[in-house]
């Protein structure tokens, strides 16, 4: 059996004997087991990684990334976005753009020919972009530091220990106490990126990733490796000197399983990168509009400066939208969700509940406005490429449904009278 399995979001697996492909697939009962042992964890915690159905299928939840279970097997979920065929190599294009622009990464094969010639799971892609970091960083020089020994030796060495020397005992005066900085790379940030080197070479099924890995782990075969990873990741520092370790470092966190935003929990956890795709999509929309922003114009993200009701004079139930954007004395409220909208269908799709929830957000947040505006954002597909006509709540509140085209990273806006704000920055779907 294939030990990589690649299927995307909502995809039924199942241990019986199946021809697999993207919306279902066969995995072995030790994998099907990991997944619902992982599946309850994930419950208990308020998530669900997947439905199970039965004693042999079960039904993924909207979670993007990779799996990797300790009988070897690797499950990589892509995004359900294309709709025709089924588009693996886009699909897995289109998730390491949005890892790489939502959390700032920075690679070294950077451009679009890089990611479509790259046919391979979403984990080699990570392993490989921090071997080339880690490549680079070796190339410019390790840091070291100076770490203090205390040690007994019979010749002098750095400064005498005069308290022990004189607590020698009868005839081992000849023998000095003596207390030496040694010059060592040892440091938290080192022995992290050694563990994390470990782990590729023990992951990777590139043979360039597989060389590279190996060669770098001769050349730092006297670092030792973390043994507490949440303390080096504290003691990591960010000064001037370690700047040139700063390009390696989300890489590194990424292959130790301390980027996810979802963590796997469990002794096991090899390889794994596992993102709710709702997540993802809203923080991939906040980078991309950011930066089409006027620089008079400010953004937050997550607010929280607003209430359902007050109770006792204790705001009860924050109203948090995803965005908030000011100009000047205008505001503007964003929401992103993660869902196909159609408008050829009733109500396009269109969920109630989303809208009482924006409803809420603009009495509080817009209230103040002569005209309140908010959008509501949602993947561009070919059933929905184009903004609807406005919502309106009110005289003073009106609300916009907005495509998001995720190739190119921008609103999509054909509307006559765009949004002041964007005047300037929209840009149209051809």
Known sequence: MNPTVTVREYARLTTEAIESGLDRAQISPSAFKWLCDLNDSFTKAGTALAQIEGQCWLKLDNFVGVLESPCGMRLEILPKHF????????????????????????????????LMLFDAPLSEWVMLQFLLELDHLVKRGLRFDYHRLEE??????????????IRQPPGRQHQFQLRHDVFLPDRPENRLLMLALQKVCQATQQPDSWRLAHELRGLLQELPASRNLKADLKLWRNDRLMAHYQPVKPWCELVLGEGMPTAVSGNWHGISLLYPMEKLFERYVEVCIRRTLPDCATMQRQVKQEFLCRHNDDGMFPLKPD??????????????????????TNKY??????????FAYGQ???????????????????SFDQPLDPFRFSAQLQLWVVPFDLESGALVDRHPEPLPLWKDSHTSRR
């Open 323 to 344: 965005m908030l954007i000011t100009q000047n004395s205008q505001r503007w409220v964003l929401d992103t969700k993660w869902k196909r909208l159609d408008q050829r």
């Open 152 to 165: 007994e030796q019979r010749y002098l060495r750095g400064q005498l220990d005069i308290v022990r020397q």
């Open 349 to 358: 799709g269109l969920s109630q509940t989303d809208f009482y929830q924006l």
């Open 83 to 114: 709709e025709q065929g089924d588009c693996v190599e886009l699909n897995r294009k289109l998730l390491c753009k949005m890892i790489q622009a939502a959390f700032n990464l920075k690679t070294r094969r950077v451009g679009p020919a890089d």
């Open 364 to 382: 509080h947040y817009l209230k103040d406005q002569p005209q309140g505006e908010m959008l509501l954002i949602y993947p561009y597909k070919a």
